[in-house]
């Protein structure tokens, strides 16, 4: 986007250091591409916070490796803090302050099995203060600038009905030859994929690729929290799947003390990059 040119403002968090988004990473960083194949922009900084941190989380327990990225060693934890620990990615204080939160619920409803089971967590949880180390191991912010419109994208939670006109235009030869109802919304076509046309089998990649030849430019979709909110909440954080990545400009790239304007796209890439 520029003064002339309309676009999206977006942000991506990534454990990596890259100064370009290709395509050909996909499947380099978190990797589930849940919403669809392409790469994934947030409007949202703090949720591309969460994931620089959560790829480049590196905890030790006594010295050991505990957590890296999205592995967990669960054989260094008590199997009744594990689920308390690993929630916190490795948090210590943060467990354990839910863990408090917790039981004075459990205390203001009465409910004794709750109380005694919340209790011997906690005390276990506190018995770990002074053995878990948390390493900083950096990973980057990406401002970016999205050349596709609003309008230009799937909306994944809409039928064809409900898409924009120019989305339904460019969709709708793909309802039909999926044999999906026009009432049915978009996410009920990726279900299903990896699947068979004919003897064709599609993955979702060859769908991504198929809308993007349909001129479609990517999906938009609310994040998990804003999908929980009513029709008359705050303006809900979308998110983004870019199908084509030359429709994508890094502005800037920032880890934890600020951000560092990007002055070149042409070095080479060596990172994750979707989401």
Do not use: C, W
């Amino acid at each position: 986007p520029t003064e002339t040119e309309p676009g999206i403002i977006a942000f991506h968090g990534s454990g990596a250091d890259f100064d370009k988004f290709e395509l050909g990473m996909i499947n380099t960083g978190e990797g589930a591409q849940v919403f669809g194949h392409g790469l994934y922009f947030t409007d949202s900084e703090d949720i591309a916070k969460f994931y620089r941190n959560h790829l480049t989380t590196s905890v030790d327990i006594d010295g050991q490796p505990y957590i890296r990225g999205n592995n967990i060693n669960d054989d260094l934890v008590d199997p009744d803090i594990a689920d308390d620990l690993g929630s916190t990615n490795g948090d210590l204080e943060a467990a354990i302050k839910s863990s408090e939160e917790f039981l004075k619920e459990m205390v203001q409803a009465d409910n004794v099995q709750a109380i005694t089971s919340t209790s011997k967590e906690l005390e276990k949880l506190k018995k770990l203060r002074g053995r878990i180390t948390i390493n900083d191991k950096g990973g980057k912010i990406y401002k970016v600038g999205l050349a596709p419109q609003l309008d230009e994208l799937i909306d994944y939670d809409a039928p064809l009905s409900a898409q924009t006109n120019k989305v339904k235009e460019a969709l709708k030869p793909i309802y039909e030859k999926y044999e999906l109802p026009e009432y049915e919304p978009f996410f009920a076509l990726q279900t299903k994929f990896p699947g068979f046309v004919g003897n064709n089998k599609v993955t979702p990649s060859m769908l991504s690729e198929e809308l993007s030849n349909a001129g479609l430019k990517g999906i938009k979709y609310r994040s998990s929290n804003s999908r929980t909110q009513s029709t008359g909440s705050a303006k809900p954080e979308q998110n983004y799947v870019i199908f084509d990545d030359s429709m994508i400009k890094i502005m800037e790239k920032y880890g934890i003390v600020g951000p560092v304007a990007i002055t070149s796209l042409a070095a080479t890439q060596n990172g994750e990059q979707d989401g």
